[in-house]
């Protein structure tokens, strides 16, 4: 006699999120796994839109550098840039040399505080506290670095239309320049814990590899791509502000895994430190801030690229002549950097996980906005919003 | 590959204080630049209201008294103000500022998030025409 175990059909899947996946931002994610392999893996997003790009268009020029510097918290000189840079050349207004220096410095200090922050976020990922804990203490240098250079530790609000709001005193310069040698030496200090801390490796050399040709064709950005080998940093590519006047040396590892991540991250603080010590040193003399800036643009439309911590980000503009934004289209890195989390997960152990999470550096709220509407009778395009709503009020109808 | 690589900064953290501060025992002095509570001088304004118009927040309300005196008095709402300083980056006459001293606004009741700046004489004349107290705001 013996007993035919048939082959089970249905799939063990493991709901993760939406409240506290790993980070402390929303997200649903669904593994299916066998044992303690994953299997397939989908997620869901769009538990944080806030509407901002709509929002935007019911404000003025000036009122959405301030609307758009929310939309992320960690990186939000970058949006204000982004925008900022955009509306400019709507504009046509020549911003002074030493505006965009003091741009980029405080675009520098910021992918410096973000890295800091991602890096003992990862690092409580993998369980190791202590790590987390040392490097948000030496992240605080940085904060207070910001904070004395544009009076807010977070939505710093350094640019307007046109310029920025502040110069740099001698007595700022000292501090900054204090505060980055402290920095640069904890810094190769976590790189080496990083590279040879032997339980910390068990986290993440060879796990999650992302080869070359894989992050080209997912279309990976950041350090994420960077630690793949792809050769891409928007500083680099097309240098906006006055990475022309400063260039910066791009950071690439080729390993593709967690280890990797890790290692271009670091590096790329010294980069940073690198450019900011150049910028204070070489500060071009000049205005602060354009002598005019219209209220009301040309119609037109323009497309604004910068590298932001976590990869480029993108914004598209257009204006109808009046002095509010018609349109305004953000996409955020995040967004072009969770497939690779989905593609990555199958194989993996489940506990790696939130490691592989974590390893894009994600940002939620930054990413939940675009609707696309892609149907599966192949009806694809924008929707008015009486048919949104519409179908909103079909689809609850239909559920109960 | 080594193991404990964080050893040392837990050894030398021994012998330090920790690094949180009491607040608000202790309190670490803010920077100039910091940007807290608005203050507004009514002497230079023409009542032109580009701060108002440029507040991202909507904190600003720069009420016209009479047009011809240019006199005009403001109201500011300190919960809904962001901080951003946009406008004293619009005012053409400088007659905004934002204190680095006062910065602890919390509150318990919503009567001090709503600020009057003025000229006495302005500010009694429309506070006679403003016939609902100032602790019950309109709801938006
Ligand atoms: S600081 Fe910003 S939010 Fe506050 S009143 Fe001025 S413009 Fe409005
Ligand atoms: S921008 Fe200046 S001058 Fe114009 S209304 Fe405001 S405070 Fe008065």
Known sequence: MTAVISPKKEKFIIPIGPQHPALKEPGHFEFAVDGEIVTEATVRLG?????????????????????????????????????????????????????????????????????????????????????????????????????????NRVNYSANVLGGVKFDISDEQ????????????????????????????????????????QDAQRLGIVGPTARASGVMRDVRVDAPYAAYDMFPINIVVETAGDLE???????????????????????????????????????????????????????????????????????????????????????????ADMPMLLVGIDPCFSCNDRGVSICSSQGEHGRWTWERLRQFGIDYYANKV | ???????????????????????????????????????????????????NKDCPANAIEVITIDKKEKRFVMRYHLDRCTYCAQCVESCRFSCIELSDKEWELASTHKQPFTVYYGNEDDLNEFMAKFTQPESEPTPQ
Request: contains cysteine; hydrophobic residues 40%.
């Open chain 1, 260 to 350: 990797a991540r890790f290692v271009v991250r670091l590096k790329e603080l010294f980069e940073s430190f690198r450019l900011v010590r150049e910028i204070l040193d070489n500060l071009p003399p000049g205005d602060l801030q354009a002598k005019r800036f219209p209220r009301r643009i040309k119609p037109g439309e323009v497309i604004s690229r910068v590298e932001a911590p976590r990869g480029e980000v993108f914004y598209y503009i257009r204006s109808n002549g009046s002095d509010m934004p018609e349109r305004v289209k953000v996409r955020t890195p995040t967004l072009c950097n969770m497939a690779s989390v989905l593609s990555l997960a199958v194989g993996h152990h489940l």
């Open chain 2, 1 to 51: 590959m080594k193991i404990a690589t964080m050893f040392s900064d837990i050894w030398q953290s021994l012998w330090q204080r920790p690094v949180t501060q009491k607040y608000p025992f202790e309190r670490k002095e803010a920077p100039d630049r910091l940007r807290g509570k608005l203050h507004w001088n009514p002497e230079n304004c023409t009542g032109c209201a580009l701060c």
């Open chain 1, 173 to 212: 310069r000292k501090v900054i320049l204090d505060g980055l040698d402290f920095l640069e030496k904890r810094t190769h200090h976590y790189l080496d814990v990083a590279t040879s801390d032997g339980m910390f490796l068990q986290r993440t050399r060879g796990i999650g590899i992302t080869r070359l």
């Open chain 1, 47 to 151: 538990y944080v839109h806030r509407g901002i790009e709509k929002g935007a268009e019911a404000r003025n020029w000036t009122q959405n550098l301030y609307l758009v510097e929310r939309i992320c918290g960690i990186c939000s000189h970058i949006h204000a840039l982004t925008y900022a840079l955009g509306v400019e050349v709507l504009a046509e207004v020549e911003v002074p040399p030493r505006a965009q220096a003091i741009r980029v410095l405080v675009a520098e200090l910021e992918r410096i505080h973000s890295h800091l922050l991602w890096f003992g976020v990862a690092a409580h990922e993998a369980g190791f506290d202590t790590l987390f804990m040392y490097s948000w203490r030496d992240r605080e240098t940085i904060m207070d670095i910001l904070e004395a250079l544009t009076g």
